[in-house]
């Protein structure tokens, strides 16, 4: 059974760094696809990074703050996150399939982000 266990949330103060992990186990071949969501209250679930052999993408207003990457050997996908602002205080879901494969999507359990003073 795939699971994805998501870890490094936490509280920060505006201005401030946060590394995300998501490692993916019960697998032994890497996804093709991984990526970070996030959902605020009262809002939609986004997407915030994605990588995939072809590159990454970035939702626009994090772009130039955070850094998604991944480790293959270990099927783990990271977020770095830096010069964190209040608005990007979310739950923070990790995602993973093997797009363009038709096949499961699977999701983390989330992590609470809070950027606050």
């Known amino acids: 059974q795939v699971q994805l266990v998501e870890s490094g949330g936490g509280l920060v103060q505006p201005g401030g760094s946060l590394r995300l992990s998501c490692a993916a186990s019960?697998?032994?071949?890497?996804?093709?696809?991984m990526g970070w969501y996030r959902q605020a209250p009262g809002k939609e679930r986004e997407l915030v990074a994605r990588?995939?052999?072809?590159?990454?993408n970035y939702l626009d207003s994090v772009k130039g703050r955070f850094t998604i990457s991944r480790d293959n050997a270990k099927n783990t996908v990271y977020l770095q996150m830096n010069s964190l602002k209040p608005e990007d205080t979310a739950v923070y879901y990790c995602?993973?399939?093997?797009?363009?494969?038709?096949?499961?999507?699977?999701w983390g359990q989330g992590t609470q982000v809070t950027v606050s003073s």
């Open positions: 990588i995939m052999s072809g590159g990454t």
């Open positions: 995602n993973a399939d093997d797009w363009p494969r038709v096949g499961p999507v699977y």
């Open positions: 019960g697998r032994i071949s890497s996804f093709n696809r």
